[in-house]
């Protein structure tokens, strides 16, 4: 049974923030968007042939925006295709965004939180990409959804980690299981959802240690949590997201593929789109992973984690007004 549908309650706020004229999307990608929007929008339209040279600047273009060759070659043969019927800036401007549209709309796929007992999120990632930040966001939004949520403070490597992670729980009024410093996450995790299983928790979110994928003890740590948590439940961890910070460019594509190797990801956060993320590692990880893209991070702050919709992205990177 579906418990909350990140979407609708995506849909929701993106409503509400129309009427409370708070900053949209489009604002808070404006630094991402606007490289990709001169690099592009702004030489299509000034054009009304797509000559060599056009097609030579929109391949650097999109190589420098992380969007990755194999995308940007076949954007830009959709391009050429679209050009031989009609090559105004306006026709090649707006086939370019449906075409970025529909590379991502496989990947829009949010998260449904389903009844269990209780639901079992494992967050993983490299350090600093965001993995405390993301959960403490996502606990506001499923506390405002209805849902009760538990955290396990699974980082037990650093100390700080702990507190980081006790600060969210105490602004969003959350209990948070922990336990001393260097204590084994997976015991830490397994304390945490038979809680949450004793207390009738609807979610429980775990923070993990910042595992470089080159570090092989660390990710033979994050397979014993996952044995640690299958004991209690064998259906559980029922989502492993994944998180990755978007201004890293081809480094968030090699993490994205050793994590699922070690961890099955089932979902990915890709966080700092506000800052001077280039965005296009979106394209790139829908192209060669193709895996669920649950959330996008564009801030610090509580309300700055948004379910991701491909169309809504787009827009905004490309400064277009919203349907
Ligand atoms: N601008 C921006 N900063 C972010 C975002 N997500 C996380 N951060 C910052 O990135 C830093 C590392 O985040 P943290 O959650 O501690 O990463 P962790 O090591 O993976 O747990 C912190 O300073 C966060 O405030 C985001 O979407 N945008
Ligand atoms: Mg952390």
């Known amino acids: 049974m579906k418990l909350f549908s990140f979407l609708r309650s995506r849909k929701a706020d993106t409503e509400a923030d129309a009427k409370a004229d708070s900053p949209t999307l489009a604002k808070k990608l404006d630094k991402t968007g606007s490289r990709l929007r001169r690099g592009l929008f702004d030489r299509l339209l000034g054009r009304n042939a797509l000559d060599e040279?056009?097609?030579?600047?929109?391949?650097?273009?999109?190589l420098m925006a992380d969007v990755g060759v194999e995308t940007t070659n076949a954007l830009l043969a959709d391009l050429r295709e679209r050009a031989k019927r009609d090559s105004s800036g306006t026709s090649l401007r707006d086939h370019l965004s449906a075409c970025l549209v529909d590379r991502l709309t496989p990947v829009e796929q949010p998260l449904d939180i389903e009844r269990r007992s209780p639901y079992v999120v494992l967050v993983v990632g490299v350090n600093g990409s965001g993995k405390t930040t993301t959960i403490g966001k996502l606990a506001k939004q499923l506390q405002r959804g209805g849902l009760s949520v538990m955290l396990a403070a699974g980082d037990t490597f650093r100390a700080a980690a702990v507190e980081q992670l006790q600060t969210w729980g105490e602004r969003?009024?959350?209990?948070?299981?922990?336990q001393g410093p260097g204590a084994d996450s997976a015991s830490v995790i397994f304390d945490a959802v038979s809680a949450a299983?004793?207390?009738?928790?609807?979610?429980?979110?775990?923070?993990?240690?910042?595992?470089?994928?080159?570090?092989?003890?660390?990710?033979?740590?994050?397979?014993?949590?996952?044995?640690?948590?299958?004991?209690l439940d064998d259906s559980a961890p029922h989502e492993v997201l994944l998180v990755l910070d978007g201004s890293t460019g081809q480094n968030a594509?090699?993490?994205?593929?050793?994590?699922?190797e070690a961890a099955k990801v089932s979902g990915l956060v890709v966080t700092k789109l506000d800052g001077t993320a280039k965005g296009g590692v979106l394209f790139a990880l829908a192209h060669e992973l193709a895996l669920p893209v649950r959330f996008i991070g564009v801030g610090e702050g509580i309300d700055d984690l948004q379910a991701f919709e491909a169309k809504a992205f787009v827009d905004a990177l490309l400064g277009e007004e919203q349907a």
């Open 172 to 178: 969003n009024d959350v209990p948070v299981i922990s």
């Open 53 to 62: 040279d056009l097609l030579e600047e929109l391949e650097s273009e999109l």
């Open 253 to 260: 594509l090699s993490q994205a593929r050793q994590f699922h």
């Open 197 to 231: 299983r004793a207390r009738g928790v609807d979610v429980l979110i775990a923070d993990t240690a910042g595992r470089l994928q080159t570090q092989s003890n660390l990710m033979d740590e994050l397979s014993k949590v996952l044995r640690v948590i299958a004991k």
